[in-house]
């Protein structure tokens, strides 16, 4: 069973920057694609980044030119660097590997990711 860690959140002005990270245990972390996912309060979780085991990425609308995700294969560690935050990317940040009908592992603790002067 894989089990995933993300760390990396925080509080941050509005305009700034951070960098999540996500660490996987298990041996299925580099056949699979990996996605950042967040949830703000009342909200539904939702997909923003996404990164297929070759690299190929997909980015939400709200996060395009922002956000960049990438992965590192040998470390099983994927990353979302956030630039240019807004108060509405206030969210609790998890990963997972997409699927459907619904993601691949159980949902890690997520880090929190706050944007507020």
């Known amino acids: 069973q894989v089990q995933l860690v993300e760390s990396g959140g925080g509080l941050v002005q509005p305009g700034g920057s951070l960098r999540l990270s996500c660490a996987a245990s298990g041996s299925r972390f580099s056949i699979n694609s990996m996605g950042w996912y967040r949830q703000a309060p009342g909200k539904q979780r939702e997909l923003v980044a996404s990164?297929?085991?070759?690299?190929?990425?997909w980015y939400a609308d709200s996060v395009k030119g922002r956000f960049t995700i990438s992965r590192d294969n040998a470390k099983k560690t994927v990353y979302l660097q956030m630039i240019s935050l807004k108060p509405e990317d206030t969210a609790v940040y998890y990963c997972?590997?997409?699927?459907?009908?619904?993601?691949?592992?159980?949902w890690g603790q997520g880090t929190q990711v706050t944007v507020s002067t």
């Open positions: 990164t297929t085991p070759r690299g190929r990425t």
């Open positions: 997972n590997a997409p699927a459907l009908p619904s993601p691949l592992w159980p």
